[in-house]
């Protein structure tokens, strides 16, 4: 079997049609049905695009009403999924959120009279509060009614997060990063989604092992990373030090380059205006200095710039989380949430693909050939250490 070539990591290999969102990485285009993502995140909002990504077109005023009605509907959380939740509330967020999934799935399975649709706007719903219930709860054992009547799902999520209504810049910038996190091609997650949708398993099963893919630092994880990469230094002096000490030790470096853009990340050029937005309002942390001079370097360094390593949108987004409050473990949940959208975008093409049939990939072996059993006495006295 030598001659069969081995992709890594799947590089490259097609695996479905979509008409969900199209990446032209050399160029660093994004295309969300056909709508470039700057025009969506300049002139959409959250539940437009959600509306988009699963109809396959933009609401009338009408449409974006209805539905925005029906995501607001589905906001309150049964008292069992509450419980779990507090069962939990040790956890990573995001294991709070795949636990979560379950349970809910559990309560509120798929059935004859409730379709898949209706799951799919209920989880889209109960994200957010599953989150901020867990949020409020783990911070001080706050028990915290889920239902508000704000509009949007990011203002519903900052509403939750402080007791009080956000302002308009505040939701803004959220929803704002909600759109650009919506949908992203075929990531290790949203594949991972479709891998479980391919055996006919039920929706809630794919959404969690999306979930749980995300999870990753190498994935949705990498925001969490890139912060904690920005908080190792005092000074900007320091980060351009240890950055250079870590390229010479061949270190990992998050928050830089993307397995896709060969160019510049598109979505890190629209969160990095939409974060300078945030810091007019907020001021600008320390920590800002201390990234702007990360930012130089991977723009300038020889390094950085022969390997096209921009940086990303998860480098600005969590600078800009930071500023508005969010703890470094909530960076990834503000990232599931939105991709929630893109992962339900993807199932529905899935299973309405007349072609599509069960992921079955092949390994090429490397094990040994055929080989005679030998009986145990037969086996020596060695004792294998693992």
């Known amino acids: ?46 539940e437009e695009t959600v509306y988009l990504l699963l109809f396959g077109k933009l609401p009338t005023a009408k449409e974006l009403l209805d539905f925005d009605a029906q995501l607001r509907a589905n906001r309150t959380l049964p008292r069992e999924v509450l419980q779990v ?19 809910l799935g559990c309560l509120e399975p798929e059935s004859a009279t409730r379709d898949q649709h209706q799951v799919a706007d209920r989880l889209l719903a109960a994200f957010p509060s599953m989150l901020l219930y867990w949020y409020q709860f783990h911070a001080g054992g706050k028990r915290i009614e ?13 509403h939750l997060l402080s007791g009080k209504p956000a302002d308009e810049m505040r939701i803004r910038a959220l929803d704002a990063s ?38 990753g630092p190498l994935h949705g994880g990498a925001n969490e990373e890139a912060m904690a990469l920005i908080e190792r230094f005092q000074t900007p002096d320091e980060a351009e030090a ?40 907020t001021g600008k942390d320390p920590m800002l200095n201390i990234a702007l001079e990360l930012e130089r370097i991977a723009l300038e360094d020889d390094y950085f710039v022969k390997r096209r390593l921009y940086p990303n949108v998860d480098f600005y987004s969590g600078i800009m989380y930071e500023a508005m409050g969010f703890k470094p ?58």
């Open 1 to 46: 079997m030598s001659d069969i070539e081995i992709k890594r990591g799947l590089k490259d290999v097609y695996f479905a049609t979509s008409e969900a969102s199209f990446i032209d990485g050399n160029i660093g285009k994004l295309l969300y049905r056909g709508y470039n993502i700057d025009d969506m995140a300049r002139n959409s909002t959250f």
């Open 242 to 281: 240890g950055l250079m000490d870590m390229l010479a030790r061949k270190q990992l470096v998050m928050g830089f380059g993307h397995r896709v853009y060969k160019n510049y990340d598109p979505r890190a050029r629209i969160i990095k205006q939409v974060a300078d937005q945030v810091f007019e309002v």
């Open 178 to 215: 909600f759109i650009l996190y919506a949908e992203h091609e075929f990531n290790a997650s949203t594949f991972a989604a479709r891998i479980t949708a391919s055996t006919l398993a039920d929706f809630y099963s794919a959404i969690t092992s999306g979930i749980g893919t995300l999870r």
């Open 146 to 158: 889920t239902e508000t009547d704000d509009p949007s799902m990011a203002a519903h999520f900052l």
């Open 329 to 386: 473990e909530m960076f990834t949940v503000l990232f599931a949430i939105p991709r929630t959208a893109g992962w339900l975008a993807q199932w529905q093409e899935m299973l309405t693909d007349p072609e599509q049939k069960i992921a079955r990939p092949r390994q090429v072996w490397i094990g040994h050939d055929t080989r005679p059993f030998v009986p145990i006495e037969q086996r020596g006295t060695g004792v294998v250490t693992r």
């Open 85 to 103: 939740i507090e069962i939990v509330q040790a956890s990573h967020p995001m294991d709070v959120l795949r636990t979560g999934c379950s349970a």
